[in-house]
Every structure is written in structure tokens, then in C-alpha cells.
């Protein structure tokens, strides 16, 4: 991975990096830890770097969406494409929701045990500031704002540490945030529905 991130100025590592156990908090925990670097090593005011990850890279400092996604996930649009849907978006997210989910996974705690996941048999106490657990996908559009505000915000910070013991935080987080319209996230559902017509 050395090698190739020293072929591209705008590719690097993170600076904290993870022993990841499938489902676990570790999954979560090391893009978040992507997350804080590429917020951090973009604000107007930085202007060196002094982690060898980051040295000589180029990046743009003025990024609006976050996208991440799985080794086996490949683009289907051009660039071009891509710049101009998420100009179209103005800002909002695209979180996927998912309708129904095992609940036995955020209402039991779990734990890595020899490099597996594996349930306690212990309940959990409900979520804090009464969250409703939305099940979604792992990967997601997510504008700066809302990576901003899903590394700062105390509640959120809460919600991360409650799941830190659940299987699969990745998989509930962004749907989370994205849907508790009581927490009006940037780019995030306003509980409004919204009708328009298209020329598509």
C-alpha cells in the first residue's frame, strides 16, 4: 500500500490505522479515522503537515463530498458525471435506509473474541437522546458538513460510544444521523416531503 500511495500526490494513509474484526467498531473506528484526516489536513489555515503519511501530498482543500466505499466497488460514472450529480445534490447527503434489520444487533452487546464478533447475551441500555436505531448501508455521499458535524457534535459522540458494542456500528450510524429529524444533520432528512417534476 506504501508503494502505491507514493505513485499519487493526492492519495495517503491515515495516521492511526486499524487491526479490523468484521462487524465490529473497528471497521467504523478506522474511517472515521480517514475522515478526521482529510478534514484536517484540508482547513484553510494548514499549511504544513509533519506526519510522514502526509508528506508532499496535494489535496484539495476545498472538497464537498466525502464518498466511501468497498475494495470490491468500482466507479460507473466519469468524473465529469459525478461533479455534476453532486453539484445537483446542493449539499445533501445519499444515505441509504434499509426497512427492516435483526434488532439483536444493537440490543445485545458484542464483543471481538480471537479475532471474531460474538455476542454477549447482555442487553444494552436504549440509545442516548433518543436516537432511533435506522438501519442502512455502510457506504454512503456525504457532504463536509456532515462529516464536520459527525465528528464534532457531543451527541453524536455519545451515540458512537453507546455502539461501540454493537455488531456493525458502520452499517446504523450514517442512516442514523441521516433520518433522526429531531437532529436536523447538514444535508440530512428534514421530515418534509418534497413533490417535483422532471424532463428525464
Same mark, same amino acid.
Given at each position: ?125 436504549? /440509545? =442516548?437522546?433518543? %436516537? &432511533?436505531?435506522?438501519?442502512? !448501508?455502510?457506504?454512503?455521499? +456525504? ?41 436536523? /444533520? =447538514?444535508?440530512? %432528512? &428534514?421530515?418534509?416531503?418534497? !413533490?417535483?417534476?422532471?424532463? +428525464?
Amino acid at each position: 500500500m506504501k508503494s502505491i500511495v507514493r505513485c499519487f500526490d493526492n492519495v495517503f494513509l491515515t495516521d492511526k490505522q486499524e487491526s479490523i474484526v468484521y462487524a465490529s467498531y473497528s471497521r467504523l473506528k478506522g474511517e472515521m479515522n480517514c475522515m478526521r484526516n482529510i478534514l484536517d489536513l484540508t482547513r484553510p489555515h494548514v499549511k504544513t503537515v509533519s506526519h510522514l503519511n502526509f508528506k508532499n501530498k496535494q489535496l484539495n482543500k476545498n472538497w464537498k463530498y466525502l464518498l466511501n466505499t468497498a475494495s470490491s466497488e468500482f466507479p460507473l460514472r466519469t468524473n465529469f458525471e459525478m461533479t455534476r450529480i453532486l453539484n445537483m445534490y446542493n449539499g445533501t447527503n445519499e444515505i441509504e435506509i434499509i426497512k427492516s434489520f435483526n434488532r439483536r444487533r444493537i440490543d445485545v452487546a458484542w464483543q471481538v473474541l480471537n479475532g471474531v464478533l460474538v455476542s454477549t447475551n447482555r442487553s444494552k441500555s436504549p /440509545p =442516548p437522546h433518543n %436516537f &432511533k436505531i435506522v438501519k442502512g !448501508s455502510a457506504y454512503g455521499v +456525504f457532504s463536509r458538513a456532515f462529516v464536520e458535524y459527525a465528528l464534532t457534535n457531543s451527541r453524536v459522540n455519545d451515540l458512537i460510544e453507546w455502539g461501540v458494542d454493537t455488531w456493525s456500528p458502520d452499517e446504523w450510524l450514517w442512516a442514523t444521523l441521516q433520518f433522526n429529524t429531531q437532529f436536523k /444533520p =447538514p444535508g440530512g %432528512f &428534514k421530515g418534509e416531503c418534497i !413533490s417535483f417534476f422532471t424532463n +428525464f
